[in-house]
Protein backbone atom coordinates (compact mmCIF):
# COMPACT_ATOMS: atom_id res chain seq x y z
CA UNK A 1 0.00 0.00 0.00
CA UNK A 2 2.65 2.46 1.05
CA UNK A 3 4.59 1.72 -2.67
CA UNK A 4 1.44 2.27 -4.43
CA UNK A 5 0.23 5.69 -2.43
CA UNK A 6 3.91 7.39 -2.92
CA UNK A 7 3.53 5.93 -6.89
CA UNK A 8 0.48 7.72 -7.04
CA UNK A 9 1.87 10.97 -4.96
CA UNK A 10 4.53 11.32 -7.70
CA UNK A 11 2.03 11.06 -10.82
CA UNK A 12 0.20 13.69 -8.91
CA UNK A 13 2.98 16.13 -8.55
CA UNK A 14 3.78 15.47 -11.81
CA UNK A 15 0.11 16.30 -12.93
CA UNK A 16 0.64 19.39 -10.70
CA UNK A 17 3.71 19.88 -12.74
CA UNK A 18 2.21 19.79 -16.59
CA UNK A 19 -0.53 21.79 -15.60
CA UNK A 20 1.46 24.61 -13.73
CA UNK A 21 3.46 24.85 -17.33
CA UNK A 22 0.90 24.71 -20.00
CA UNK A 23 -0.98 27.56 -17.68
CA UNK A 24 1.79 29.28 -17.15
CA UNK A 25 2.13 29.41 -21.09
CA UNK A 26 -1.46 30.30 -21.74
CA UNK A 27 -1.65 32.72 -19.25
CA UNK A 28 1.42 34.64 -20.90
CA UNK A 29 -0.59 34.49 -24.27
CA UNK A 30 -3.20 37.31 -22.17
CA UNK A 31 -3.10 40.07 -24.22
CA UNK A 32 -0.86 43.23 -22.34
CA UNK A 33 2.09 43.43 -20.25
CA UNK A 34 1.62 43.47 -16.47
CA UNK A 35 3.58 46.88 -16.80
CA UNK A 36 0.07 48.18 -18.83
CA UNK A 37 -2.27 46.37 -16.43
CA UNK A 38 -0.60 47.85 -13.32
CA UNK A 39 0.04 51.10 -14.20
CA UNK A 40 -2.81 51.92 -16.20
CA UNK A 41 -3.49 53.62 -20.16
CA UNK A 42 -1.53 56.86 -18.81
CA UNK A 43 1.80 55.27 -18.20
CA UNK A 44 4.22 55.83 -21.03
CA UNK A 45 6.26 53.51 -22.65
CA UNK A 46 9.24 54.09 -21.01
CA UNK A 47 7.50 53.48 -17.50
CA UNK A 48 5.73 50.60 -18.56
CA UNK A 49 9.24 48.87 -20.05
CA UNK A 50 10.50 50.01 -16.79
CA UNK A 51 8.61 48.15 -14.84
CA UNK A 52 8.23 44.83 -16.77
CA UNK A 53 12.40 44.75 -16.30
CA UNK A 54 11.69 44.97 -12.66
CA UNK A 55 10.22 42.00 -12.63
CA UNK A 56 11.56 39.77 -15.15
CA UNK A 57 8.94 40.23 -17.93
CA UNK A 58 11.67 40.02 -20.63
CA UNK A 59 13.67 36.91 -19.07
CA UNK A 60 13.68 33.34 -21.09
CA UNK A 61 10.46 32.02 -20.60
CA UNK A 62 12.45 28.96 -18.97
CA UNK A 63 13.34 31.31 -16.30
CA UNK A 64 10.24 32.90 -15.88
CA UNK A 65 8.82 29.60 -15.18
CA UNK A 66 11.12 28.55 -12.75
CA UNK A 67 11.15 32.22 -10.70
CA UNK A 68 7.52 31.43 -10.24
CA UNK A 69 7.55 27.59 -9.18
CA UNK A 70 10.16 28.58 -6.40
CA UNK A 71 7.86 31.13 -5.17
CA UNK A 72 5.24 28.79 -5.67
CA UNK A 73 6.50 25.82 -4.43
CA UNK A 74 7.10 27.87 -0.69
CA UNK A 75 3.49 28.76 -1.16
CA UNK A 76 3.56 32.14 -2.14
CA UNK A 77 1.76 32.87 -5.87
CA UNK A 78 2.63 36.81 -5.55
CA UNK A 79 -0.01 39.49 -5.87
CA UNK A 80 -3.19 40.45 -8.28
CA UNK A 81 -2.00 42.48 -11.15
CA UNK A 82 -5.18 44.56 -10.53
CA UNK A 83 -5.51 45.48 -6.59
CA UNK A 84 -2.41 44.12 -5.49
CA UNK A 85 -3.71 41.87 -3.14
CA UNK A 86 -2.03 38.85 -1.81
CA UNK A 87 -3.10 35.77 -4.11
CA UNK A 88 -2.50 33.66 -1.17
CA UNK A 89 -4.77 35.54 0.90
CA UNK A 90 -7.45 35.58 -1.73
CA UNK A 91 -7.55 31.25 -2.58
CA UNK A 92 -7.62 31.09 1.07
CA UNK A 93 -10.59 33.34 1.76
CA UNK A 94 -12.66 31.90 -1.68
CA UNK A 95 -11.43 28.27 -1.25
CA UNK A 96 -13.97 27.48 1.73
CA UNK A 97 -16.77 29.15 -0.58
CA UNK A 98 -16.70 26.78 -3.55
CA UNK A 99 -15.45 23.56 -1.06
CA UNK A 100 -18.87 23.74 0.59
CA UNK A 101 -20.48 24.19 -2.59
CA UNK A 102 -19.10 21.24 -4.19
CA UNK A 103 -18.78 18.38 -1.08
CA UNK A 104 -22.66 19.64 -0.05
CA UNK A 105 -24.00 19.34 -3.74
CA UNK A 106 -21.92 15.66 -3.77
CA UNK A 107 -23.28 14.18 -1.10
CA UNK A 108 -27.06 15.45 -1.30
CA UNK A 109 -26.73 14.37 -5.09
CA UNK A 110 -25.02 10.65 -3.97
CA UNK A 111 -27.71 10.37 -1.33
CA UNK A 112 -30.48 11.30 -3.82
CA UNK A 113 -28.88 9.46 -6.74
CA UNK A 114 -28.29 5.99 -5.31
CA UNK A 115 -31.23 5.61 -3.89
CA UNK A 116 -33.35 6.56 -7.14
CA UNK A 117 -30.93 4.14 -8.65
CA UNK A 118 -30.74 1.16 -6.41
CA UNK A 119 -34.95 1.30 -6.30
CA UNK A 120 -35.01 1.71 -10.24
CA UNK A 121 -32.92 -1.55 -10.28
CA UNK A 122 -34.68 -3.81 -7.29
CA UNK A 123 -38.37 -2.28 -8.15
CA UNK A 124 -38.29 -1.84 -11.97
CA UNK A 125 -41.96 -1.30 -14.13
CA UNK A 126 -43.36 1.93 -13.46
CA UNK A 127 -40.69 3.19 -10.93
CA UNK A 128 -37.56 2.45 -12.94
CA UNK A 129 -39.31 4.38 -15.66
CA UNK A 130 -39.71 7.46 -13.38
CA UNK A 131 -36.61 7.23 -12.16
CA UNK A 132 -35.03 7.10 -16.40
CA UNK A 133 -37.23 9.78 -16.94
CA UNK A 134 -35.60 11.89 -13.59
CA UNK A 135 -32.14 10.70 -15.08
CA UNK A 136 -32.90 11.75 -18.70
CA UNK A 137 -34.03 15.42 -17.65
CA UNK A 138 -31.48 15.75 -15.30
CA UNK A 139 -28.70 15.37 -17.88
CA UNK A 140 -30.74 18.00 -20.63
CA UNK A 141 -31.61 20.41 -18.48
CA UNK A 142 -29.11 23.08 -18.00
CA UNK A 143 -27.65 23.74 -14.42
CA UNK A 144 -28.19 27.39 -14.77
CA UNK A 145 -31.98 27.57 -16.03
CA UNK A 146 -32.50 25.35 -12.59
CA UNK A 147 -31.03 28.46 -10.49
CA UNK A 148 -33.06 31.12 -12.42
CA UNK A 149 -36.27 28.87 -11.54
CA UNK A 150 -35.21 27.92 -8.11
CA UNK A 151 -34.44 31.76 -7.00
CA UNK A 152 -37.72 33.17 -9.08
CA UNK A 153 -39.61 30.34 -6.82
CA UNK A 154 -38.36 30.17 -3.31
CA UNK A 155 -36.70 33.53 -2.62
CA UNK A 156 -38.78 35.99 -5.37
CA UNK A 157 -41.89 34.54 -5.02
CA UNK A 158 -42.15 33.14 -1.64
CA UNK A 159 -38.78 34.78 0.07
CA UNK A 160 -38.00 31.77 2.23
CA UNK A 161 -34.26 31.79 0.78
CA UNK A 162 -31.79 34.43 -0.22
CA UNK A 163 -31.38 34.50 -3.60
CA UNK A 164 -27.57 35.86 -3.61
CA UNK A 165 -24.75 36.00 -0.94
CA UNK A 166 -22.60 33.90 1.07
CA UNK A 167 -22.18 33.40 4.11
CA UNK A 168 -19.21 32.07 6.84
CA UNK A 169 -19.92 29.29 8.72
CA UNK A 170 -18.20 31.07 11.73
CA UNK A 171 -20.00 33.96 11.22
CA UNK A 172 -23.78 32.57 11.32
CA UNK A 173 -24.05 28.40 11.29
CA UNK A 174 -28.07 28.95 10.12
CA UNK A 175 -27.38 31.78 7.96
CA UNK A 176 -24.43 29.74 5.88
CA UNK A 177 -26.77 26.71 5.80
CA UNK A 178 -29.51 28.90 4.22
CA UNK A 179 -26.83 30.75 2.06
CA UNK A 180 -26.31 27.13 0.20
CA UNK A 181 -28.96 25.44 0.34
CA UNK A 182 -30.38 27.06 -3.68
CA UNK A 183 -26.64 26.83 -4.79
CA UNK A 184 -26.52 23.09 -3.42
CA UNK A 185 -29.95 21.99 -4.88
CA UNK A 186 -28.97 23.61 -8.26
CA UNK A 187 -25.94 21.60 -8.48
CA UNK A 188 -27.40 18.26 -6.58
CA UNK A 189 -30.20 17.60 -9.29
CA UNK A 190 -27.96 17.09 -12.64
CA UNK A 191 -25.13 15.36 -10.00
CA UNK A 192 -28.04 13.10 -8.78
CA UNK A 193 -29.49 12.27 -12.21
CA UNK A 194 -26.14 11.12 -13.07
CA UNK A 195 -25.39 9.26 -10.20
CA UNK A 196 -28.59 7.30 -10.35
CA UNK A 197 -28.17 6.35 -14.01
CA UNK A 198 -24.91 4.83 -13.14
CA UNK A 199 -26.10 3.01 -9.94
CA UNK A 200 -29.00 1.65 -11.34
CA UNK A 201 -27.14 -0.18 -14.31
CA UNK A 202 -24.17 -1.33 -12.05
CA UNK A 203 -26.88 -2.73 -9.28
CA UNK A 204 -28.41 -4.58 -12.49
CA UNK A 205 -25.58 -6.26 -13.23
CA UNK A 206 -24.87 -7.04 -9.66
CA UNK A 207 -28.31 -9.04 -9.69
CA UNK A 208 -27.27 -11.08 -12.03
CA UNK A 209 -24.31 -12.42 -10.70
CA UNK A 210 -23.52 -15.78 -10.39
CA UNK A 211 -22.43 -15.10 -6.26
CA UNK A 212 -25.99 -13.44 -5.55
CA UNK A 213 -28.44 -16.40 -7.58
CA UNK A 214 -26.30 -18.82 -5.01
CA UNK A 215 -26.44 -16.63 -2.06
CA UNK A 216 -30.62 -16.73 -3.26
CA UNK A 217 -30.40 -20.50 -3.06
CA UNK A 218 -29.16 -20.27 0.58
CA UNK A 219 -32.66 -18.65 1.43
CA UNK A 220 -30.66 -15.82 3.13
CA UNK A 221 -32.91 -13.12 2.95
CA UNK A 222 -33.60 -10.95 -0.19
CA UNK A 223 -33.09 -7.79 1.29
CA UNK A 224 -29.63 -8.84 3.03
CA UNK A 225 -28.78 -9.91 -0.77
CA UNK A 226 -29.98 -6.55 -2.42
CA UNK A 227 -28.81 -4.36 0.32
CA UNK A 228 -25.45 -5.90 1.57
CA UNK A 229 -23.82 -8.03 -1.02
CA UNK A 230 -25.31 -6.90 -4.43
CA UNK A 231 -25.08 -3.54 -3.25
CA UNK A 232 -21.48 -3.86 -2.35
CA UNK A 233 -20.11 -5.45 -5.37
CA UNK A 234 -21.81 -2.45 -7.43
CA UNK A 235 -20.21 -0.40 -5.21
CA UNK A 236 -17.16 0.43 -7.59
CA UNK A 237 -18.19 2.42 -10.33
CA UNK A 238 -20.88 4.41 -7.79
CA UNK A 239 -18.08 5.45 -5.49
CA UNK A 240 -15.86 6.50 -8.57
CA UNK A 241 -19.27 8.32 -10.22
CA UNK A 242 -19.32 10.04 -7.19
CA UNK A 243 -15.56 11.43 -7.29
CA UNK A 244 -15.65 12.65 -10.68
CA UNK A 245 -19.08 14.47 -9.62
CA UNK A 246 -17.48 16.20 -6.78
CA UNK A 247 -14.49 16.99 -9.19
CA UNK A 248 -16.77 18.32 -11.81
CA UNK A 249 -18.43 20.51 -9.62
CA UNK A 250 -15.27 21.63 -7.57
CA UNK A 251 -13.85 22.54 -11.52
CA UNK A 252 -17.57 23.58 -12.94
CA UNK A 253 -18.54 26.16 -10.34
CA UNK A 254 -18.35 29.45 -12.13
CA UNK A 255 -21.84 29.78 -13.48
CA UNK A 256 -23.36 28.88 -10.40
CA UNK A 257 -21.21 30.80 -8.01
CA UNK A 258 -22.23 33.81 -10.45
CA UNK A 259 -25.71 33.31 -10.63
CA UNK A 260 -25.64 33.02 -6.58
CA UNK A 261 -22.81 35.67 -6.47
CA UNK A 262 -21.02 33.54 -4.73
CA UNK A 263 -17.76 34.76 -3.46
CA UNK A 264 -16.14 31.81 -4.68
CA UNK A 265 -12.60 30.79 -6.55
CA UNK A 266 -15.24 30.61 -9.57
CA UNK A 267 -15.90 33.51 -9.21
CA UNK A 268 -12.55 35.10 -8.66
CA UNK A 269 -11.39 32.97 -11.83
CA UNK A 270 -14.02 34.31 -14.46
CA UNK A 271 -13.26 38.10 -12.84
CA UNK A 272 -9.56 37.69 -13.50
CA UNK A 273 -9.66 36.33 -16.42
CA UNK A 274 -11.66 39.06 -17.96
CA UNK A 275 -9.02 41.73 -16.51
CA UNK A 276 -6.12 39.69 -17.59
CA UNK A 277 -5.03 38.82 -14.02
CA UNK A 278 -2.61 36.48 -15.20
CA UNK A 279 -1.00 35.65 -11.39
CA UNK A 280 -4.44 34.80 -9.90
CA UNK A 281 -5.93 33.09 -12.75
CA UNK A 282 -1.90 30.66 -12.18
CA UNK A 283 -2.82 30.68 -8.52
CA UNK A 284 -6.55 29.35 -8.84
CA UNK A 285 -6.19 26.78 -11.72
CA UNK A 286 -2.79 25.42 -9.44
CA UNK A 287 -4.91 25.18 -6.40
CA UNK A 288 -7.86 23.59 -7.93
CA UNK A 289 -5.44 20.91 -9.74
CA UNK A 290 -3.99 20.31 -5.99
CA UNK A 291 -7.22 19.58 -5.02
CA UNK A 292 -8.95 17.55 -7.99
CA UNK A 293 -5.55 15.46 -7.24
CA UNK A 294 -5.52 14.33 -3.74
CA UNK A 295 -9.59 13.62 -4.31
CA UNK A 296 -7.94 11.38 -7.10
CA UNK A 297 -5.98 9.80 -4.73
CA UNK A 298 -8.67 9.30 -2.25
CA UNK A 299 -10.78 7.72 -5.07
CA UNK A 300 -8.10 5.37 -5.76
CA UNK A 301 -7.42 4.29 -2.13
CA UNK A 302 -11.67 3.46 -1.55
CA UNK A 303 -11.53 1.80 -4.96
CA UNK A 304 -8.81 -0.59 -3.11
CA UNK A 305 -10.65 -0.68 -0.11
CA UNK A 306 -13.96 -2.00 -2.02
CA UNK A 307 -12.07 -4.85 -4.28
CA UNK A 308 -9.84 -7.06 -2.82
CA UNK A 309 -8.69 -7.90 -6.28
CA UNK A 310 -6.84 -4.04 -6.50
CA UNK A 311 -5.52 -4.90 -3.26
CA UNK A 312 -3.57 -8.16 -4.01
CA UNK A 313 -2.59 -6.60 -7.77
Do not use: C
Amino acid sequence: MARFITQRLLFGMLTILVVSVVAFLLVRLMPGSPGTIVLGIGASEDEIAAYNASIGWNDPLALQYLAWLGEAVRGNFGVSLIDGRDINADITARLPVTFSIALLGTAVSAILGVALGVIAAVRGGLVEKAVNAFSALGAAIPGFWIGIVFVFLFSVQTGWLPATGFVPLEDDPALWAQSLVLPVATLALGGAAFIARQTRASMLDALTQDHVRTLRATAMPEWRIRYVHALRYASLPIVAGIGLQFIALFGGSVIIEQIFAMPGLGQSIQGAAASNDGPLVLGIVVTTTIVVVIVNLLLELSNRFLDPKLRTS
